[in-house]
């Protein structure tokens, strides 16, 4: 793991929404081609949802920034983390394990069970979850886009403070 020192976890602005939304397309169109289909990602892309939901959901959005720049950021929802996405340059750097365990923080503080959703077939992403304590819950079809999803859960660590 890389020296996080510099990494900084600050809640979003409206600022934030243009950079965010130019790295999420950008690891979205490395990443899911094979998850979710080519098609499905440009289509996703170009239809404007991802600007908006930075836009919308700005009061839940945490931003994970390394010397100064953008790399990632958590967005939560009563009793679920609604998004994470880190750069793709700093996968498997650390700063997605600091936005996940700022989300949980937050989360447990008001909730003892808490959950998520994830693309079904992305591996790398249940890998990271499991590796987190996350547990399989159920899975479903997105009504919306006709993808596969699964739940993920997870209960408050016994002995972990309210």
Known sequence: MQDLSN???????LADADPMEALSARTIRVRYPRIIGAETVEAYIASGAIAAYYR?????LTIAER?????GACAIKPGRIDLM?????HHRSG????????GEAALFAAADHIGLDCFRDNDQARRFYAKHG??????FTDPDSGIAMIELT???????AV
């Not at 997870?154 to 972990?160: I, N, Q, W, Y």
């Open 134 to 139: 996350w547990q399989d819950g159920r899975a």
């Open 7 to 13: 990494v900084i976890l600050r809640p979003a602005t």
């Open 56 to 60: 919308e959901n700005v009061a839940t």
């Open 154 to 160: 997870k209960a408050r660590p016994v002995g972990a």
């Open 95 to 102: 700063i997605g394990e600091i936005l996940l365990a700022h």
């Open 67 to 71: 010397n100064g720049v953008r790399v």
């Open 85 to 89: 996405m880190v750069d793709l340059d």
